[in-house]
DNA sequence: GTGGTCTAGACCACA
DNA sequence: GTGGTCTAGACCACG
């Protein structure tokens, strides 16, 4: 598992690290049922305190993504399917509008947005067919 | 101008002003060469300290945004044209990838995604055909 | 006999074991002088550690559930009759403080409360009729 | 503001200190806009670590009964309306369940619980009215 | 002066 | 050996 964080960004570690990880498994790099390192070795591997990355796994679990399961660990529950509900759509959007409205600003269309989503959306796609 | 900020949200307020202003703009309803109201005022207005209001407009200057002007006082730049550089379209691949990826494992598609960004381009425009 | 447990919940193994095994008590599936499945054989029923078994079976015996015996092995005490002593009452009552605070907070009546004890009431009692 | 907590509990202090604000609300002695202590001064005062408290404020804010505010600190939001919703409903049901099949085995009626609730109840009612 | 973040290091519960 | 809890103490962002 490949993690990298930038100890100098003004994201917060803890959230440079449950980005990382959610990218992972975006990527099909994590699935379902794999196990995540245990904080002390990430963080000892990262360098950083296991509280930071304690943080990181919780808030993870929080939002569905993983789970602790004393006999094994911390591990991967995978996408969450039908989760494409109506309020988190309603965050997205919220999400979506501060950046459209900045880069509208900086004379970027609708297309240029769009085209970068396509991008990243067969980044991930193709990652997945591989 | 109507600014709307929420002093119990955990987006800096500073922060949200510069969205807010940003978002103004991108819907033509600050144009370029008008002008922005002084700190104290806004502060006064917002019942927030002067300090907040100074952060925001010196980011929103540094940005490009809106220019200091000793005679005129605070004036909006306008959308900034040809701006769409390669250096910034990095930059929101990085934000969107965060994004995208979080939102792909909540099971959304890439075209409920353009959708979105369709809808708040369509806001934004038909604001400035108005 | 049925016991489900989660592995991935965060209630340890052993309480959700006991809890398992009072509620079939409580819903006569186990009645006084069933007998309980050796610690070995549930353990290895649930695929969990023998002294996770081992653990709840002590718990169910230090309130007076079961009974450990010799020749017979573990054997069910059955419901505790006259047990609603003042004791167990104030306990209760303390348990209950904590939820109905709650829960009065996320804005449920006494009637939805006591629907749902009715509710639970009704369960265990139509499981003994069959 | 009077906050009790046992060191010696199995409870975690964090989650004592949680229940006793939620106590607090529902009893209506913190009401909307009534300010927390400080997660120093409330720590100092219980004799305790700042992180301990602001484990628990964080999870009351998570919860939707406090919220932080820059220039204020950390202020109530109050009794939450409208929050009766199914899912709560769910897990107060799965909550109960396990308490009414332990105490229906130590020879509980369903009226001595509901006596209790209702008690409860009154004590909290009591407690607005005056 | 508030909460947020991070570090360092301890002991415990669970399996 | 895992994560959970708690302590002690530091610096920072925000207002």
Redesign the interface.
């Known amino acids: 598992m490949f993690i990298k964080i930038d100890i100098n960004s003004d994201v917060p570690i803890y959230i440079q690290i449950k980005?990382e990880i959610?990218?992972l498994?975006?990527?099909g790099e994590l699935k379902e049922g794999d196990k995540l390192p245990p904080v002390r070795k990430l963080a000892a591997d990262l360098g950083i305190n296991l509280h930071t990355v304690n943080k990181a796994y919780n808030i993870l679990r929080q939002e569905g993504?993983i789970?602790?399961?004393?006999?094994k660990g911390t591990?991967v529950l995978g996408?969450?399917?039908?989760?494409?509900s109506e309020s988190?759509?309603e965050k997205?959007?919220g999400?979506?509008?501060?950046?459209?409205?900045?880069?509208?600003?900086?004379?970027?269309?609708?297309e240029?947005?769009?085209e970068?989503?396509?991008?990243?959306?067969d980044e991930?796609e193709n990652k997945i067919l591989v």
């Open positions: 980005n959610v990218g498994i975006a990527k993504f789970s602790f399961n004393k006999k591990i996408r969450n399917i039908n989760k494409a988190e759509k997205l959007k999400i979506l509008r501060t950046v459209v409205s900045e880069y509208y600003c900086k004379n970027f269309s609708r240029d947005i769009k970068i989503v396509d991008q990243l959306y991930l």
